[in-house]
């Protein structure tokens, strides 16, 4: 069986992002891993408008091309590392929409966070993990939280993110979980195809 393959989503578009830096960071820590194949997913490559379709997709499909789009790329992957912006105790609007345009692709994959802002994004990493059950993904225990010390030194150029220990340690543990899940889950998917071929059959 291939390797499974992880996305490391970037969770914000603005033009002022600070998510360009966990997500180089955590990717590089990532691609030491030698179970996986890492890929970087930036959500300004998929303008999608606010949900406005018929239905989710898991009922219909979606009728815009950039969801469709979306949609395809979501499927490739094994597993999600997401980065996760804290703006008024949740997460952007941006990211759960991307997640809302979504469906069956999510299912049976585990699905990890990268937060950041206040209280180091725990608010809205808590909600993307309700969102990720629901979507029956796996969210791993292991998360990392870059808390507002941490974010302001690194923000306004006293540290880098590899010279935080904690962060490496927690980037270590966050990468690792995925990983196992993905592994598992992707086994466990394709023997679940195997039965319903033959069942089929």
């Known amino acids: 069986m291939s390797k499974p393959k992880i996305a490391i989503v970037v969770g914000s ?27 970087v997913v930036d959500l300004r490559d998929f303008p999608l408008p606010f949900f406005d379709e018929v239905a989710s997709s898991a009922w219909a499909p979606s009728q ?7 949609q395809k790329k979501v499927a490739e992957f094994d ?5 996760a912006a804290e703006y008024n105790h ?20 585990p699905a990890g966070f990268v937060g950041y802002g206040s209280v180091g994004g725990s608010r809205a990493v808590e909600q993307l993990r309700l969102h990720a059950v629901e979507l029956q993904m796996a969210p791993v225990k292991s998360a990392v939280h870059i808390a507002w010390g941490d974010f302001l030194a690194v923000r306004q150029g006293e540290k880098k993110l590899e010279d935080i220990e904690h962060l490496n ?33």
Do not use: C, M
Not at 14 to 37: C, L, M, N, S, Y
Not at 64 to 70: F, T
Not at 169 to 192: P, S, T
């Open 13 to 39: 578009t603005r033009a002022a992002r600070f998510a360009d830096v966990p997500t180089q960071w955590i990717a590089k820590i990532a691609k030491t891993h030698a179970d996986i194949d890492v890929e």
């Open 90 to 109: 949740g997460p952007t609007a941006v990211l759960k929409n991307a997640i809302d345009y979504a469906a069956n692709e999510w299912n049976k994959k």
């Open 169 to 201: 340690q927690a980037g270590a543990a966050l990468v690792n979980d995925v990983a196992w899940w993905a592994k598992v889950l992707k086994a466990a998917r394709a023997a679940d195809a195997i039965a319903s071929e033959a069942q089929a059959a």
């Open 79 to 83: 597993g999600f590392i997401f980065t």
């Open 64 to 70: 815009n091309e950039v969801a469709q789009r979306w």
